[in-house]
């Protein structure tokens, strides 16, 4: 991964509302008052890290797999998007998964892989080629747009940041504000927060048409009034923050 000195740091958002409340941490978890209460969804991320000589063949394989589960409709997820990292760790591929109907669809999902002899072939012929995996499950911000598929070419970032345990609600009471900054170039695909797994953890994910860009884009933002002091106020909640730039996959649906 790429991290990133924090003095360099800005952050980003997708504009729902012109009045958002501000978030009470005393009164609820914050995974209810920040998530979407419109909506169900429960996402999981993979990060995959694959032996070099395998890469192709590994995306091959990947793909094969996600489109059979897009056709089968029996199976409740499906993939949002697949990457392969450019800068940042390498010979890594990254898989965004949603569920519609949070736990249970997970839950149904997962059993009825489990039950699958050719899933269950597929997994064994996938392990073969890679060197470590995690995951995480994760809720969308309120305050973001659902991620959808859009056309390519374009490459992303993902921006993760790993907050002092307690500061999640502070967190997105500033970004409920700060996201009208980064909407003119449509480059917001998605925000999240982690449930399970490494907890106290933000992805924010990027597109852009180029590395210039992207700096571009991210400069722009400087010059509008308000956005230095999101900065400001949001660096002291960080414990640590990285940047993955990523090629999407020629299946993912993010192109």
Not at 33 to 57: A, G, M, R, W
Not at 70 to 81: F, K, N, R, T
Not at 194 to 206: C, E, R, T
Request: glycine share 6%.
């Amino acid at each position: 991964m790429i991290f990133i000195p924090l003095s360099f740091h800005s952050r980003k958002g997708w504009f729902r509302s012109p009045i958002v409340d501000k978030a009470d941490a005393r009164k609820d978890a914050h995974s209810n008052l920040l998530s979407k209460k419109e909506t169900s969804n429960l996402y999981k991320i993979q990060f995959h890290n694959v032996k070099p000589e395998c890469l192709e063949d590994y995306n091959s394989l990947e793909a094969q797999v996600q489109i059979r589960l897009h056709e089968d409709q029996d199976y409740p997820c499906e993939v949002v998007g697949s990457w392969n990292t450019w800068y940042g760790e390498q010979d890594q591929a990254v898989h965004l998964w949603r569920y519609r109907g949070g736990y249970p669809a997970l839950t149904e999902c997962l059993k009825k892989l489990n039950d699958n002899k050719e899933y269950g072939e597929f997994r064994k012929e996938r392990a073969k080629m890679l060197v470590s995996r995690r995951n995480q499950l994760l809720l969308e911000f309120s305050f973001w747009n659902e991620p959808e598929p859009r056309p390519g070419p374009n490459v992303y970032e993902m921006r993760t940041y790993h907050l002092k345990p307690g500061t999640m609600i502070e967190w997105g009471n500033h970004w409920a504000r700060a996201i009208r900054y980064r909407q003119e170039n449509n480059e917001a695909v998605g925000g999240f927060f982690s449930q399970i797994g490494d907890l106290y953890v933000v992805h924010h994910l990027w597109a852009y048409e180029s590395l210039l860009s992207r700096e571009e884009t991210r400069n722009s933002a400087w010059l509008k009034e308000g956005w230095d002091s999101n900065v400001y106020y949001t660096v002291p909640l960080i414990r640590s923050m990285e940047s993955r730039i990523m090629i999407p996959t020629k299946s993912s649906p993010l192109q």
